[in-house]
């Protein structure tokens, strides 16, 4: 159990930066460890695989190594921690008054409940069990992050940015229990990243309480800050981003370009909404720098050179394999085609009214039978290819409110849009300039991305830049902004407690359920036939196993339930030759094809079959 290095090492960086005076205070100080260590991660991951060295020891021994270096900088580098105070405008208010600690308070009871679930559970969202967990298990069992024969492509070819971070985790814990607090600290990053953007718009310190307070009270970062998703991490690094640059713009620091850097680096790296939301950032921040002449030239070039210098890795391995996998299927699957005002239109109405899931029912029928009637008028149905990925029939279901696919955000969205129009019109110049760039990044989601089943997960990175906008909306008033802090703590509790996925309390309670069975939480009809492969591989004592699974096939759970050591692989017949034991495990019933080898059926269970493989003699 070594999770504890990095945590040293981000605490060694924060103090540095303090003691080096790069930084007053220590949120900002803590962004900016936070942020080089995630670089430290990637470049771990991506040295080591390529001399196939990717492994907990020495994975280990990077960390290690980096702790004792920064310890011995520690000291001896001169300085003193800083204890200056961020200059504040004369209309923000310190004060630490009853409704702001109760507000904190309320921030702190989310993170300790959603920690204890995250902690408790193990990783079973769906994503994860295709290709967020796989990719990390193949990757540690081949020593490499090299793209690898797979029948679920997206393992391969969809960022890795989390499964990076994932992947140390599960090497230093020497397991999957913590997996799961890697989206919990990017809910907890991501309210101290909005906290310092209210402040900088002008938030008093209640103001920027109740910012964190609504970040962490978003349903969807609730539900997701227990999982092995990787939109809540793509969200902290987009919103740490736009601190920094922000910072860059108002103080004109070195420090705060390539801290931003880093940060935009990371978020491209994890999530590809990352390039909807944070070009209107950079555009604006670029244009802001034509007074500084060549240094602005410098910070620029600086910002492309370390986000290409991150994914330069992973954009080299995907441009060599694009011709297997039929072209830039990333762009391919999501974006949005056609720009005709009918389909953008439409786009828009079906983003709109998915974030209407929320416990109440006659308003999702309501705006199910709005959207129809809408596309009725535009003449174009609302499943169209063009506007469209996945089943319509999705939308707005009972079933989906507290799930991390589809819940839906309304009540936030309300108070978010007062404070945005207040800002808009009302505000302060910063807050009105940060008002235009989210409205502007907010509208370039249905613009660029078509609708699909879980959009919602897609809007996070949006949804989470909205809360300064509610801190500056009642940072000036503690009685205006207590009343709104409890009133959306209060809607993020049935999220809290009921997590369709990993409910705290009830029947299906993380606390009482057994682990084994909560892989399956969101499949239960997959228990039995996974539990007995597992068994079915572990009396054979196999250590080499083939796969020919479905592209959307759940992978993980068969790392999880069968003995260490054993190497999940895509089926070839050649691995008759690998293993005389060799099992396949399948969801085709034709799957074992080749005259080279002998299938022995071991274990016919709902959609998965267990063969063992042998050599025939005369074939070979």
């Known amino acids: 159990m070594f999770v504890w290095i990095p945590i ?52 280990v021994l990077c960390w290690a190594g980096l702790a004792a270096a920064l310890w011995l900088v520690r000291t001896s580098v001169p300085g003193t921690v800083s204890r200056a105070k961020w200059p504040s405008p004369a209309n923000q208010d310190m004060r630490w008054d009853w409704p702001t600690v109760v507000l904190l308070v309320l921030v702190f009871v989310v993170l300790a409940t959603t920690f204890l679930v995250a902690v408790t559970a193990p990783p079973n969202t769906w ?124 103080a004109g620091r070195w420090v705060d370009t390539l801290a931003g850097s880093g940060a935009v680096a990371m978020a491209v790296l994890t999530k590809g909404t990352a390039f909807v939301i944070l070009p209107v950032f950079c555009v604006f921040g670029f244009s ?67 974030e209407c899931a929320i416990p109440f029912k006659p308003l999702m029928q309501a705006c199910a039978q709005g959207v129809m009637a809408l596309h009725e008028r535009l003449e174009i149905a609302v499943d169209d290819a063009r506007t469209t990925q996945g089943p319509v029939s999705h939308m707005l279901l009972w079933s989906h409110i507290l799930h991390e696919d589809y819940a839906g955000n309304l009540f936030y969205l309300l108070v978010a849009g007062i404070g945005l129009i207040i800002a808009l019109f009302r ?33 996070l990175p949006v949804l989470v830049l909205a809360a300064p906008l509610i801190g500056i ?43 084994e069975y909560q892989y399956f939480t969101n499949r239960p009809d997959l228990l039995q036939g996974y539990s007995a492969a597992a068994l079915e591989i572990d009396k054979s004592g196999c250590r080499v196993v083939g796969l020919r699974l479905g592209g959307d096939s759940w992978e993980y759970p068969l790392w999880a339930l069968s003995p260490r050591g054993v190497r999940f692989c895509r089926f070839e017949p050649g691995l008759a030759q690998a293993c005389a034991a060799c099992l396949l495990v399948t969801d085709q019933q034709d799957a074992v094809s080749s005259d080279a080898v002998v299938a022995e059926t071991l274990l016919s269970s709902g959609n998965l079959q267990v063969f063992r493989l042998r050599q025939e003699a005369s074939s070979l």
């Not at 994503?127 to 298990?137: E, N, S």
């Not at 409205?439 to 613009?447: C, I, K």
Request: hydrophobic share 55%; charged share 15%; proline share 3%.
């Open 288 to 354: 802001r720098l034509r007074s500084e002449s060549w240094r602005g030239l410098l910070k620029v070039l600086a910002v492309l050179a370390i986000v290409l210098a991150v994914v330069g890795g992973w954009s080299v391995r995907y441009v060599a394999s694009m011709r297997a996998y039929g072209g830039p299927v990333l762009v391919e699957e999501v974006a949005l085609r056609d720009h005709s005002w009918r389909c953008l239109i439409s786009n828009a109405a079906k983003h709109a009214a998915s």
């Open 127 to 250: 994503d994860a069990m295709t290709y967020h967990l796989p990719r990390v298990m193949h990757w540690l069992s081949e020593r490499s992050v090299a793209f690898y024969p797979t029948d679920i492509p997206r393992q391969n070819y969809y960022l890795p940015g989390a499964e990076y971070l994932l992947l140390h985790i599960y090497a230093l814990a020497g397991g999957d229990r913590l997996l799961n607090l890697l989206q919990w600290a990017g809910l907890a990053g991501t309210a101290v990243a909005v906290s310092l953007i209210a402040r900088d718009l002008g938030a008093g310190l209640t103001g920027q309480v109740l910012s964190a307070l609504a970040a962490v009270s978003v349903p969807m970062a609730v539900l997701q800050s227990t999982s092995c998703q990787n939109d809540l991490i793509a969200a902290f690094w987009v919103c740490t981003a736009v601190f920094f640059f922000l910072g860059a713009m108002r």
């Open 473 to 515: 909306l009642a940072g000036r008033k503690p009685f205006l902004a207590f009343a709104l802090g409890v009133v959306l703590f209060a809607g993020s509790v049935p999220y809290l407690l009921w997590n369709k996925s990993r409910p705290l309390v009830g029947e299906q309670s993380v606390l009482t359920v057994a682990r």
């Open 8 to 59: 040293l090492v981000v605490f060694f960086l924060a103090v540095g930066a303090r003691r080096l005076h790069w930084f007053a205070g220590w949120r900002e100080a803590g962004l900016f460890a936070v942020t080089a260590a995630g670089l430290f991660a990637v470049a771990v991951v991506e040295l080591l695989g390529l001399v196939h060295l990717l492994g907990a020891t020495w994975i």
């Open 427 to 459: 505000g302060s110049a910063a807050a009105k300039g940060y008002a235009w760039l989210f409205l502007a990044a907010a509208l370039m989601m249905p613009v660029l991305i078509k609708w699909q089943p879980w959009v919602n997960r897609l809007h």
